[in-house]
């Protein structure tokens, strides 16, 4: 069945600190991959898509992804963390059928120390 | 430039009736995609129109309908409430649909929270 998974329900990490958050999709083909933001002040926003081609893509507020074929992953990262980074993460996968479909994951909450 | 408006903001309704949501996208946006959002389900999609033409589509029942007029509203319908229909119904306009190899933002609304009595 097809389906996306965010192993990680929660992360903590400190201000400051590199973050990589988890996505694996399980899908005949290659999907088209999401990730989204939401929090409390600002609502759910895009943050960055892959279709194709080159696997590491850039995307707002300095995260990036990097799409890996080999492990099914779409693991979302940044360099370093700010406080206002704290919210819930989803990723999302488009899948092909008679319609096409977007499959989002269960999301990870991310929360920030000072 | 105004943001995607969403109305109503609130609703409560009971079992068994009907309801209508509303989307205004963002000027010269032509994709609408709705999605709900629950506790328990998380968040889902539901549609997108692009052009008054149903594109894309989740795994919801035939209760959830939905439309777009040729000035880029859309709108949602969900007929025979049931308890589990609370949510909140979030609506993203885009320039491109979901599916265009674009990298065009999505926009999104603030939300219609629907409660079911």
């Known amino acids: 069945a097809q389906s996306v998974t965010q192993p990680d329900i929660h992360i903590t990490v400190s201000e400051g600190a590199s973050l990589e958050l988890r996505c694996n999709y399980s899908y005949g083909a290659t999907p088209y991959l999401f990730w989204y933001v939401q929090s409390p002040g600002q609502g759910l926003q895009l943050l960055l898509k892959?279709?194709?081609?080159?696997?590491l893509v850039q995307g707002i507020k300095g995260f990036e992804a990097e799409f890996k074929r080999s492990q099914s992953s779409f693991n979302l990262r940044k360099p370093s963390v700010h406080w206002s980074d704290a919210a819930e993460y989803f990723c999302a996968a488009l899948v092909s059928g008679g319609y096409n479909k977007l499959i989002f994951g269960a999301g990870t909450r991310l929360a920030v120390h000072p | 430039k105004a943001g995607v408006t969403q109305t109503p903001r609130y609703l409560i309704k009971t079992r068994g009736q009907q309801v209508t949501l509303s989307c205004s996208p963002i000027s010269g946006h032509r994709s609408v995609s709705w999605y709900q959002q629950t506790p328990g389900q998380g968040l889902q999609f539901l549609f997108e129109y692009f052009s008054e033409t149903q594109r894309n589509k989740g795994n919801f029942p035939g209760r959830f309908s939905g439309r777009q007029f040729s000035n880029s509203r859309s709108e949602m319908n969900v007929s025979t409430l049931e308890l589990g229909d609370s949510a909140l119904y979030l609506c993203?306009?885009?320039?491109?649909?979901?599916?265009?190899?674009?990298?065009?933002?999505?926009?999104f609304g603030d939300g219609t929270r629907l409660s079911i009595l």
């Open positions: 993203a306009s885009s320039l491109v649909p979901l599916s265009k190899k674009l990298n065009q933002p999505q926009h």
């Open positions: 892959y279709f194709s081609g080159d696997t």
